[in-house]
Structure formats: structure tokens, C-alpha cells
């Protein structure tokens, strides 16, 4: 088979690889029908996840039709349609069992870590790929809903609800900025009323990207590039207080500081972008406010409920496909991603 193999820092090939075989019971085998790219996968090809050794075939996002299992799988078929979750968890053990997937203790990659395609064993932007524990690790595709739509369920969907919305303690009539309005910020917006936000404020250094956000949920947008716009945020707040929920959606620590600038007195920061290098907390200001910070990795627990609501059409998630590509152009496809502000790529769908 053909797979998207990591070569270093800087380099990676379209290569021909080995297909994958049965390792375990549980395992199941997946012909590959779409898959997509991740700013994760972005932060590898640039060093920043030594985890990730030379050879290893990138991806953790995807949607095929199984063509093997192995003797313990019960849940899926040879030919079942089926959603590959970014995380594989075993189901089993003492996080799994809290819904913390994430940090599964089951002993494929590295106990502990959830996130193994595409990170320590090989990923999905291949024609085939292993998934282990798939009875809790893949989900069927129901009928009716497209794998563009399906394929961000993998990861930016569950990633935005559960760390943005859920890990943020949005009520019902909360004012909520989301500062970031690349895919994950956008994913934040598309779920946030799902838990009642009145109003949902995207800010970016990007005015293309805050008129964008408006077609995601945003009600309002304000450009961090301008002299004072913590202020044009905490005007938009009953009585210029600042919101109640500030979600962080980009992983530098101007953006997070940004968050902390506009949020009141009791109020709530999520951090959901990935941060590459520390970030100074002014402690002295936030403890006075009684400021809750929450920080996670999905643990796609959320997704059977994402599921149904994009079957419903009630999430349209097609709407972050920006470009599409076949197999054979996955080194396009990459350039293109990596180019995002000039292609204006939100997600590239890559099919058979």
C-alpha cells in the first residue's frame, strides 16, 4: 500500500509501504476511504513531538470499511462503514472507565496515552491501517451521513466540544470569546450552542477568518490585532465585565494571556490550543478574581452524542471542508494545508 511516511523534521514522502496485519484480537483492519490532515500533525513534521520516530506513517483522523478483524472484536463486520476516533482506548481500565480515554493504561504504544495513530504506531492518511481495542475505537457510519461530515468526528469536533464548551462550564445565556477562529476556535463555535451560549464572540488577527466564523456560530467578531480590543470584547458584556467563558484556540501564550484580559470577575478560561513552550499566568490578577483555568486532550467520549447530531443535521459539520483531494495528491494536500492563510484552508479532505 501507499501511506504518508515521516522522515525527520522538515521531510516526508509518499511512500510504499508494507500493508498492515492482525497484531492482537482486538485489533480490526481498515481500508481507508477519507482521511484529513491535523495542525497536529503540522507540529510534528516541525520536530515539536519527539514522541513520533523516522518511518512512522502519519494521521489519526479517517473514515473506511473494515476488512479484517480479529477473534475478540464483537461490535463491527468485515464491511462495516466506520469512524476512526483519534483516540484508541481499551474500554477497560480505571480511565477508561471515568471516560477518560485519553490517558488509557492499556499496554499498545505507551500506557497511558490515547492518542497512538499517527503517534506511536502507524496512522491513517495510508489506504489500510490497524486500529487496536476497535470495539471502543471505531464507530459505525450511519446511513446518510457523508464522510465529510463524518471525518470531523475524529478529532476537531469532539476536540472543540470537550475541551472548548464542556471543560469551560458554558451555561445556558452565557457570553462566550473564542480566540481563535482556525478549524479548532470554528469547532468551538459550530457546539457552543448545544450548551446555550446567548452570545459567542470570535476574535483573530484575521477579519476574513472573523467574517468566516459568523457562518459557525459566532454572533459577533473583534480583530486582536487593534489597539484595545479587550476593551471592544468587555463592551459586548453586561455592564463591561467581560465574558463568562473564554476559550483559548490557538496554543501561543499571547492568545492565552488574551483570554485572561477579558474575562470577569468568577469567570471561566478553557485552554484547547496545543502550546509548544511555556506561558507566564499573571496568578497575581487571576486569584483575585476567583478565575477558573481548565486545560485537556480529547478523549472522544463525546462523539456517539456528536454522532446523532450530525445524523439529525442539527451540526452541519461539512462545512469545514475547504479542498478536497485524492489519495495520490497527499503531498498537495499538505501543501495546501501548510498555507492555510494564504489557500484559506480550513480542512482538506483527502478520498479515494
Not at 21 to 38: A, E, F, L
Not at 59 to 74: D, I, L, Q
Not at 178 to 193: D, E, F, N, R, Y
Request: with cysteine.
Amino acid at each position: 500500500m501507499r501511506a504518508l511516511v515521516y522522515h525527520g523534521p522538515g521531510r516526508k514522502t509518499w511512500d510504499e509501504v508494507p500493508d498492515p496485519t492482525i497484531k492482537h484480537p482486538t485489533d480490526v483492519i481498515v481500508r481507508m476511504d477519507t482521511t484529513t490532515i491535523c495542525g497536529t500533525d503540522l507540529h510534528i513534521l516541525k520536530g515539536d513531538v519527539p514522541a513520533v520516530t523516522e518511518g512512522r506513517i502519519l494521521g489519526h483522523e479517517g473514515v473506511g470499511t473494515v476488512t479484517e478483524v480479529g477473534s475478540a472484536v464483537t461490535k463491527v463486520d468485515v464491511g462495516d462503514r466506520v469512524i476512526l476516533s483519534c483516540i484508541t482506548a481499551c474500554g477497560n481500565c480505571s480511565y477508561c472507565q471515568q471516560g477518560l480515554y485519553a490517558h488509557c493504561l492499556a499496554d499498545e504504544g505507551v500506557s497511558g496515552i490515547g492518542w497512538i495513530l499517527g503517534h506511536l504506531i502507524d496512522g491513517t492518511q495510508a489506504e489500510y491501517v490497524r486500529v487496536p481495542f476497535a470495539d471502543t475505537s471505531v464507530h459505525k457510519l450511519p446511513d446518510g451521513v457523508s464522510p465529510d461530515a463524518a471525518v470531523m468526528l475524529s478529532d476537531i469536533l469532539p476536540t472543540g466540544f470537550e475541551i472548548g464548551v464542556r471543560n469551560g462550564g458554558t451555561k445556558p445565556g452565557d457570553v462566550v470569546a473564542v480566540v481563535g477562529s482556525g478549524p479548532i476556535g470554528l469547532a468551538v463555535m459550530m457546539t457552543l450552542g448545544l450548551y446555550g451560549a446567548s452570545r459567542v464572540i470570535a476574535v483573530d488577527l484575521d477579519d476574513s477568518r472573523i467574517e468566516q466564523a459568523m457562518a459557525f456560530g459566532a454572533t459577533d467578531g473583534v480583530n486582536s490585532g487593534k489597539e484595545g480590543w479587550q476593551e471592544e470584547v468587555r463592551a459586548l458584556t453586561e455592564g463591561g465585565l467581560g465574558v463568562d467563558v473564554a476559550i483559548e484556540a490557538v496554543g501561543i501564550p499571547t492568545t492565552l494571556q488574551g483570554c485572561t484580559e477579558i474575562i470577569r470577575p468568577g469567570g471561566h478560561v478553557a485552554n484547547v490550543g496545543v502550546h509548544g513552550r511555556p506561558v507566564e499566568l499573571a496568578m497575581q490578577d487571576l486569584w483575585i478574581k476567583d478565575i477558573t483555568l481548565t486545560t485537556g486532550l480529547v478523549s472522544t467520549s463525546t462523539t456517539p452524542m456528536l454522532l446523532k447530531l450530525v445524523a439529525q443535521d442539527k451540526i452541519p459539520a461539512e462545512k469545514f471542508m475547504t479542498h478536497q483531494f485524492r489519495f495520490e495528491q497527499m503531498l498537495e494536500a499538505y501543501d495546501t494545508f501548510e498555507r492555510a492563510a494564504e489557500t484559506k484552508a480550513l480542512k482538506v479532505v483527502i478520498s479515494r
